[in-house]
Structure formats: C-alpha cells, structure tokens
C-alpha cells in the first residue's frame, strides 16, 4: 500500500514538474501588442484645462502643448509614442505661483509607455517616462526629473496626466530655501487632447495579448 501510495507522488510530481515547464515559458514569455492607429505618424496635444505641476506650492500653467509621434509597438511595458517638444505657457501666457511667474525648460525626448488595456473602456493605462524639466519660480530654479502615470482614452482622445508623489524627484535645487529641496516629490497633473498633426483625428491605441 505505501509502495503504491509513493508510486502516485512521484508520478503526481512529475506531472506536475511537466506542467510547470510547459507553462512557465508561455507566462514569462507572454507580451502585448499595442496597435497604435494611424501607424507611424506625427501628433499634437494641447491642454484641456489646467496644467498643474506641485512641488511643495502649487503652479497653474493655463497653456500647454506638446508634439511627438506614434506607433504601434510590442511588449510590457512598451513604448507607444514620444514626447519631442513640450511647452508650459507662453510669453503672454505664462505659469504662475505663490513665488512669481513660472518658466520650464523641457529636456526632451520624453516616453509614452503603455501597460495596461480595458477594451471596454478603450482606456489605455501607463506612464509618462525620461520626464526631466528645469523649472524656474521667481529666484527659485529647481530640477525635475522621473515619471508620471496616466490614462489615455480612445474616445475622447484625452491623455490624462495624473502623477503620485515617489514618481517624479527634484535632482537639484538653487535660491528655493526650505521650500524647494532634494526631499521634495513633485507631481505632474492635467489633460492634454491629442490630435494627428494637422488634422481633427483622434489617435487611438489598443492592447491585445498574442
């Protein structure tokens, strides 16, 4: 009877140990298709409302707009478009604080990285990677570099920037005292509405698994 009892472990175990291996390398192998349409072309994102950038005191840019391009791409995450130009405000128009008018310089290029797909919703979830900004309120020029989460939904075509504290940090810091520093977490929020460059069209991405 124990004879046969180890008999069943064994092959149970073995089994089992067959399984895993035809398994494992399908999960680990497994990767998203992101279908970016149209395919490869240029594109512009304007504000939809208020731009917000905190760190530590609120600044409010009224204007912002970027430009870039898309694809379609695998993996995940992967990336589906880039940021190659992005502006907070103009001479007329500029950002603001409690310290005095705002200014930010853009190093560029920065990532749309894609994650995570709700075919119901058409809502694409992911980041905004290789953010790095020199940003200037009044006397206080500060540093700004990391990631910020966000949505983009194919509807609307809004790309919904809504970044948590952790994500993005201040590398460096000048004449900002107490109230900027290298301990500070900034955060990135507001919507920009994308269109391919030229047109009125809606870009949109969709994620699929092979």
Do not use: H
């Not at 290789?130 to 949505?151: D, L, R």
């Amino acid at each position: 009877m124990k004879k046969s009892i180890r008999r069943i472990a064994v092959v149970a175990g073995a089994g089992a140990a067959a399984f895993g291996i035809a398994v494992a390398p399908a999960s680990a192998n497994a990767s998203t298709v992101w279908t970016v349409n149209p395919t490869p072309a240029n594109y512009t994102a304007t504000n939809s409302g208020n731009i917000m950038l905190t760190a530590n005191i609120p600044m409010t840019c009224t204007t912002s707009g970027a430009s870039g391009t898309m694809a379609s791409n695998t993996g995940n995450p992967s990336q589906v478009a880039t940021i190659s130009a992005i502006n907070f405000g103009t001479a007329t128009t500029p950002c603001t604080s409690l310290l005095g008018n705002v200014t930010t310089v853009a190093t560029t290029p920065w990532k749309i990285m894609a994650k995570d797909y709700n075919a119901s919703t058409g809502v694409t979830t992911g980041y905004v990677d290789n953010i790095s900004a020199k940003v200037s309120a009044g006397a206080c020029v500060f540093t700004v570099t990391g990631k910020a989460s966000g949505t983009y939904t194919n509807s609307t075509g809004i790309l919904a920037v809504n970044s948590v504290s952790g994500e993005l940090t201040v590398t460096s810091a000048t004449n900002c005292g107490t109230v900027v520093t290298t301990s500070t977490k900034p955060t990135f929020k507001g919507n920009y509405a994308v269109k391919v460059s030229g047109t009125s069209t809606i870009p949109t991405i969709k994620g699929s698994n092979p």
